[in-house]
C-alpha cells in the first residue's frame, strides 16, 4: 500500500468501527460499468490520483481507478458484507495492493487526502457533504457524481450518456455531473498600482479594480481550482492562487511581467 493509500486509511479509522446513529442505508443500485468508467474519465483520473468514492459498494470504481487508470483507491461503504465483497473482487482483479476498503460512514469520513472523489448517492446525502468537500478537499480536487446534482453549486461540466445494455436498477441513460473544487479568492487583492476584488460563488467569479496601472472594467475571469485567468481588452492575467498570494503574469499588446498580488 502507498504512503498516500495507508495515510488515508489510518485517517479513516476513528469511524470505520461502525457508522453514525444516524446514518440509515440508503438503496443499493451499482453502476454500470460504462459510466464506472466514463466517471473516471471525466474526472480525468491520473496514476498519481487517490480515488475515494463515497459508498462504494461492490467496489467497482475503485476497482476500475486501479485496473483502468493506475490510481490509487479507497472505498468507504456502510454495509460490512459489501466492504468483505469490494475486497474480494479487488483481489480477484489483481488490485488488492492498491486499493483498500473500510466500513464506515460517508458523513464523517475524512476526505482530504482525496485527489478524486466519487459519488452515486442519493440528493440529501449529497447535499449534506457539499459544504464538507469545500472546506475539507484541496483546491482543484475533482468531484464526479452519477445522476444526482448539488444544490446550488453549478457543474463544471456535465454529460448524458446512452447506456448500451440493461442493467439493474439502472434506465437508458445516466447523467454525471463534475466539479473541480476552487480556491478561496473572495476578497482585496493589492500591489503597487495594482488593487483587484473578486466576488466569488463557489467557481463563478467577478472582478473588479486595476492591475499595473490598468483599468478591468467589462473584465471577464475565470476560477479553475487555483487557476485564476482575468481577461479586459488585450489585457490578460493568469496566476494562481495560494493562500493570501496569487502569483502569476500579466501580459498585455505591449508587455509581459510577472505580478504577485496579496490579500
Known amino acids: ?42 474526472a ?9 468514492d463515497l459508498g462504494s459498494g461492490d467496489g467497482r470504481i475503485v476497482i476500475a481507478a ?19 465483497k469490494s475486497r474480494e473482487n479487488a ?3 489483481g488490485v488488492a495492493d492498491r486499493v483498500t476498503f473500510v466500513q464506515g460512514d460517508v458523513l464523517t469520513a475524512d476526505l482530504s487526502s482525496a485527489t478524486v472523489v466519487t459519488v452515486y448517492l442519493l ?15 484541496q ?8 445522476a444526482f446534482a448539488m444544490t446550488g ?7 448524458l450518456l446512452r447506456i448500451s445494455k440493461p442493467h439493474p436498477g439502472q434506465g437508458d441513460e445516466s447523467r454525471l455531473f463534475l466539479w473541480i473544487v476552487p480556491a478561496d479568492a473572495r476578497g482585496v487583492w493589492q500591489a503597487p498600482g495594482s488593487r483587484l476584488r473578486i466576488h ?38 493568469h496566476g494562481r492562487v495560494q493562500g493570501n498570494i496569487i502569483a502569476g503574469e500579466l501580459t498585455s499588446a505591449e508587455t509581459r511581467q510577472p505580478l504577485m498580488l496579496t490579500r
Open 1 to 42: 500500500m502507498s504512503r498516500l493509500l495507508a495515510a488515508a486509511a489510518v485517517a479513516l479509522s476513528a469511524f470505520a468501527a461502525g457508522a453514525s446513529e444516524d446514518t440509515q442505508p440508503a438503496p443499493f443500485f451499482t453502476t454500470p460499468l460504462e459510466v464506472v468508467h466514463r466517471m473516471l474519465a471525466l
Open 44 to 52: 480525468g483520473t491520473r496514476a498519481q490520483d487517490l480515488v475515494v
Open 66 to 84: 486501479a485496473e483502468k487508470f493506475g490510481a490509487r483507491g479507497l472505498g468507504i461503504e456502510l454495509d460490512r458484507a459489501l466492504v468483505a
Open 91 to 93: 483481489r480477484q482483479a
Open 123 to 137: 440528493p440529501g446525502l449529497i447535499n449534506r457533504l457539499q459544504q464538507r468537500f469545500l472546506n475539507e478537499l
Open 139 to 146: 483546491p482543484g480536487t475533482r468531484i464526479v457524481s452519477h
Open 153 to 159: 453549486w453549478r457543474a463544471d461540466r456535465s454529460e
Open 200 to 237: 466569488q460563488n463557489f467557481q463563478d467569479v467577478e472582478v473588479e479594480g486595476r492591475l499595473a496601472g490598468r483599468d478591468l472594467a467589462g473584465a471577464r475571469a475565470t476560477l479553475t481550482g487555483r487557476t485564476l485567468a482575468v481577461e479586459a481588452g488585450s489585457l490578460r492575467f
